[in-house]
Nanobody
Framework: QLQLVESGGGLVQPGGSLKLSCAAS????????LAWFRQGPGKEREFVAA????????YSHDSVKGRFTISRDNAKNTLYLQMNSLKPEDTAVYYCAASYRPFATMTSGEYVYWGQGTQVTVSS
């Protein structure tokens, strides 16, 4: 079974940056569309960004456009989320997820493998 492990979370001041990583063991991420979701305190889990298996096309939620960038390095078997200009409302547990679909989707039900999450806290 594909296992995903996130890292890179932490405490950062508003306006700061963090880069999250999601590494896979024993399976090639080449075969999956990948995404980041997040769940803030008292909130539902929400889509952040996704990247396709084929072509590498990516898209993100309007709330993070221009600030967050999703990317993948298949050689390193790793998914990334570069987060800039962070805001307090970005505070959440961030999860990476993998889907058998070839193209990225924002629907959480399409993702069959999930990491354990990494906490991101934006506060002064």
């Amino acid at each position: 079974q594909l296992q995903l492990v996130e890292s890179g979370g932490g405490l950062v001041q508003p306006g700061g940056s963090l880069k999250l990583s999601c590494a896979a063991s024993e399976f090639d991420l080449d075969y999956y569309a990948l995404a980041w979701f997040r769940q803030g305190p008292g909130k539902e889990r929400e889509f952040v960004a996704a990247i396709s298996r084929i072509g590498g096309s990516a898209y993100s939620h309007d709330s993070v456009k221009g600030r967050f960038t999703i990317s993948r390095d298949n050689a390193k078997n790793t998914l990334y989320l570069q987060m800039n200009s962070l805001k307090p409302e970005d505070t959440a547990v961030y999860y990476c997820a993998a889907s058998y679909r070839p193209f990225a989707t924002m629907t959480s039900g399409e993702y069959v493998y999930w990491g354990q999450g990494t906490q991101v806290t934006v506060s002064s």
